[in-house]
């Protein structure tokens, strides 16, 4: 059974760095074709995607973003981190995690989601 | 950026009714990389359809995705109780994913 769970402190002040945890089992970050991906979602909008890293530490991000993430792996501890410099109130919503197939190219199993607030 | 526009934006309509969710694309996209999820609120996205047309795991029968091209259509055939709840399309381009606006199905 693949799960993930989200992490990380709230609130944040504006231009305080986010770095967010997503701990997940029932898969390994070495297998071919894994990724794990992070969206975020604010309030009556569409989840938006901002990063993926795959099992050979490529990695993908947002391009309107990609100045300010940054996404790592910790396969010993089933863990992938996201940080996100220079934290706006904008940027306050739901943070999600989620498994990514990548011979399928699907987001199947996500996190139950983090909020992150922003604020002074 | 392929852009996803879906439509209506909210669908009032009562159990046992037939609901028809519309994504278009700004360009022509693969079907293998269509994808629809339902969230309900406080909940994460949920995946129903993937590559267009194909039901994911334990997802009931009366889901079914249909289209290619830029045109895609999520049907509900028969609303349950449980059915009502926003609807998103999903594609994947490059090495990006962009997401429609969402649908809102409500019971009327």
């Known amino acids: 059974q693949i799960t993930l769970k989200e992490s990380g402190p709230t609130p944040l002040k504006p231009t305080e760095t986010l770095t967010l945890t997503c701990t997940f089992s029932?898969?390994?970050?070495?297998?071919?074709?894994?990724?794990v991906g992070w969206f975020r979602q604010t309030p009556g909008k569409a989840p938006e995607w901002l990063a993926l890293i795959f099992w050979d530490e490529d990695k993908r991000y947002r391009p309107s973003l990609k100045n300010r993430l940054t996404i790592t792996k910790d396969t010993s501890k089933n863990q992938v981190v996201l940080t996100m410099t220079n934290m706006d109130p904008v940027d306050t919503g739901t943070y999600f995690c989620?498994?990514?197939?990548?011979?399928?190219?699907?987001?199947?199993?996500w996190g139950q989601g983090s909020l992150v607030t922003v604020s002074s | 950026e392929i852009v996803l526009t879906q439509s209506p934006g909210t669908l009032s309509l009562s159990p046992g009714e037939r609901a028809a969710l519309s994504c278009r694309a700004s360009q022509s996209i693969s079907v293998a990389y269509l994808v629809w999820y339902q969230q309900k609120p406080g909940q994460a996205p949920r995946l129903l359809i993937y590559g267009a047309s194909n039901r994911a795991t334990g997802i009931p029968d009366r889901f079914s995705g249909s289209g290619s091209g830029t045109d895609f259509t999520l049907t509900i055939s028969r609303l349950e109780p449980e059915d009502f709840a926003v609807y998103y399309c999903?594609?994947?381009?490059?090495?990006?994913?962009?997401f429609g606006q969402g649908t809102k199905v409500e019971m009327k």
């Open positions: 999903q594609q994947k381009d490059g090495s990006s994913w962009t």
């Open positions: 989620a498994h990514y197939n990548g011979y399928n190219s699907l987001f199947q199993f």
């Open positions: 029932g898969f390994s970050l070495t297998n071919a074709g894994v990724g």
